[in-house]
């Protein structure tokens, strides 16, 4: 058995959504360079729909696949449809990730929230802080 899913191997070597928006609505970062993987996810949003949504991953061939299905998972969708998004639902959508790799989908989904947190916070839109990660005191890279 492969290591990776086909689909998995494609959205590593065809890398959706890549790159960055200028003036984008919420910008999110996550990860740092001590554990190799770092995703920032740009969106734009138009009447609390994800218009474009862009990113830029440093890391594994497993981190750059659940940026890039990530974002075709919450592209088109409302803000609230993309704070549903779950690791889980992209591992799923990759048609699975080793074990080892399974923190890349965690940090796809923590890098949308916190971009998702950036638009409410600019735009004073009220949400519950239980519903995004805390990223400065993650256990992912300590």
Same mark, same amino acid.
């Given at each position: 058995?492969?290591?990776?899913?086909?689909?998995?191997?494609?959205?590593?070597?065809?890398?959706?959504?890549?790159?960055?928006?200028?003036? /984008?609505?919420?910008?999110?970062?996550?990860?740092?360079?001590?554990?190799?993987?770092?995703?920032? %996810?740009? =969106?734009? %949003?138009?009447?609390?729909?994800?218009?474009?949504?862009? #990113?830029?991953?440093?890391?594994?061939?497993?981190? %750059?696949?659940?940026?890039?299905?990530?974002?075709?998972?919450?592209?088109?969708?409302?803000? #609230?449809? /993309?704070?549903?998004?779950?690791?889980?639902?992209?591992?799923?959508?990759?048609?699975?990730?080793?074990?080892?790799? =399974?923190?890349?989908?965690?940090?796809?989904?923590? /890098?949308?929230?916190?971009? =998702?947190?950036?638009?409410?916070?600019?735009?004073? %839109?009220?949400?519950?802080?239980? $519903? #995004?990660?805390?990223?400065?005191?993650? $256990?992912?890279?300590?």
């Amino acid at each position: 058995m492969a290591l990776y899913s086909e689909k998995v191997m494609d959205h590593f070597k065809n890398p959706r959504n890549v790159g960055v928006i200028d003036n /984008a609505d919420g910008v999110g970062e996550v990860g740092n360079a001590k554990c190799g993987d770092i995703m920032k %996810i740009y =969106l734009k %949003i138009e009447n609390n729909i994800i218009e474009d949504v862009k #990113f830029e991953t440093f890391g594994c061939g497993s981190a %750059i696949a659940s940026s890039s299905m990530a974002t075709e998972m919450i592209k088109g969708k409302s803000i #609230f449809e /993309a704070m549903e998004l779950t690791n889980r639902a992209v591992a799923e959508a990759l048609d699975g990730l080793p074990a080892a790799k =399974l923190h890349c989908s965690v940090l796809a989904e923590e /890098a949308i929230k916190k971009a =998702l947190k950036d638009y409410f916070d600019r735009n004073n %839109i009220p949400y519950d802080k239980k $519903q #995004f990660p805390d990223c400065e005191n993650c $256990q992912h890279c300590h």
